[in-house]
């Protein structure tokens, strides 16, 4: 499974990087607001820190207006991928971006055949929201399963991106069911490192060496 840095923010994306496990970033205008940068500024100096691929996100009513900021957010770098909601807008405008070579990721997934939709329409990456349905006492592993069931019945190449990651559980749910990406943010990622018995067995071995 591959990791991406779920965040806005390019300190948080530097010190993922260094730690050798960055393979692409996700963005939303939430954590661009969070981020306190302006949305091209902040993707620039992003997609200047890795070569992964990094998604922004289209925001509009309409098809046209999609079609218009994926083209935008595309001629940023070469490694922008350009994130569209599962609608109807976001469907037709991800065909549209797709079939000219412009990868798609298509966020706010939150049943299956949503996903399959998506993946008709040529999606790169589909983002299954797996927190977001915990919230509301659904299940994220089990839409992440089914997505993986249905895209393997058709041999289906879009890559199945477990977003709305809030705890190391969610990452071990998602590497589980079969994601292909998992999208973490930074405080989960340090998280993943830590067990009791690994920290304590750590000052042991210190105490046994003198230190
Ligand atoms: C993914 O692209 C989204 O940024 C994200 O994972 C949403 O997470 P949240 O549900 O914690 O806001």
Avoid: W
């Avoid at 300190?11 to 949305?39: H, N, Y």
């Avoid at 190449?157 to 709305?164: C, D």
Wanted: aromatic share 4%; net charge negative; charged share 20%.
């Amino acid at each position: 499974m591959k990791f991406f840095i779920d965040s806005a923010d390019p300190t948080e994306i530097a010190e993922a990087e260094a730690m050798g496990l960055l393979d692409g970033v996700t963005t939303t205008p939430s954590l661009l607001k969070k981020a306190g940068l302006g949305r091209e500024e902040a993707l620039q100096q992003i997609c200047a820190l890795l070569t992964g691929p990094v998604s922004g996100e289209a925001v509009g009513p309409d098809v046209d207006t999609f079609i218009a900021e994926g083209l935008a957010l595309r001629a940023i770098a070469d490694n922008m991928v350009v994130k569209l909601p599962c609608n109807e807008a976001g469907l037709k405008a991800c065909r549209h971006l797709s079939a000219q070579g412009i990868p798609v990721n298509m966020t706010l997934v939150f049943q299956p055949v949503q996903a399959l939709l998506c993946a008709r329409a040529g999606a790169t990456f589909v983002s299954p929201f797996l927190g977001r349905l915990d919230d509301i006492c659904s299940s994220g592993m089990e839409l992440i399963n089914e997505i993986r069931v249905i895209f393997d019945n058709y041999a289906l190449s879009t890559q199945i991106l477990a977003a709305s990651i809030r705890s190391p559980e969610h990452v071990k749910q998602a590497a589980l069911s079969g994601a292909d990406v998992c999208t973490v943010p930074l405080p989960v990622i340090k998280k993943l490192l830590h067990h009791p018995l690994t920290d304590r067995g750590i000052k042991a071995f210190e105490a046994d060496a003198g230190l």
